[in-house]
């Protein structure tokens, strides 16, 4: 998920922080935490939302559930800083955009696997290596998500790149062919 503007700059400045700190994998978690919170709560997202609700308000109620949860002095700093510039409900986007980072940082990068069935550990392992080698060595993490309304195989997204090697998409490259003659 690629965060717009203000989102990877937020993001960019933390891991900055973050990496001088050697903290990156720490606030990493705890940003996924923070936004895991408030989206299990519709009304703390409502809140969060709402453009006239103060944004020292938004800053307080943001530090007090980043301390209820033990996150660090740097995280709690920093929701603090986004609340108060009136971007809590862009959490889960800053969240997004940090964890993109920290894959580019580390030679990785996620694939969203869509599947009939759910992969075996070794044939996820296996669609992890191929992805890799096509995507010039890079570590490639599935995410993956089985799709009832595939007949059979996998599509893979990782960013604009897609490999469809669903039943589906065979069919369709036949069709195609057949047509053209």
């Known amino acids: ?43 703390l997202a409502e809140f969060f939302g709402r453009p006239w609700v103060p944004a020292t308000a938004k800053k307080k109620t943001a530090v007090e559930i980043a301390t209820r949860l033990g996150v660090s002095q740097l995280t709690r700093d920093f929701v603090g800083l986004v609340a108060g510039q009136g971007r809590a409900a862009e959490m889960a986007d800053i969240a997004a955009a940090y964890r993109d980072l920290v894959d580019e940082s580390q030679g990785r990068v996620r694939a969203r696997v869509r599947t009939a069935v759910r992969l075996t550990p070794g044939e996820r392992e296996q669609l992890e290596q191929r992805l890799g080698r096509a995507l010039g060595g890079k570590h490639v993490m599935v995410e993956e998500v089985v799709d009832d309304t595939l007949l059979g195989g996998f599509v893979a997204e990782i960013g604009t790149y897609i490999v469809d090697g669903s039943l589906d998409g065979q069919l369709a490259r036949m069709r195609d062919r057949l047509a053209r003659g």
């Open 1 to 43: 998920m690629a965060a717009r503007g203000a989102g990877k700059s937020y993001a960019r400045a933390l891991h900055d922080l973050a990496r001088e700190r050697n903290q990156v994998d720490v606030v990493g978690r705890e940003l996924q935490l923070l936004v895991q919170e408030i989206a299990a709560s519709p009304q």
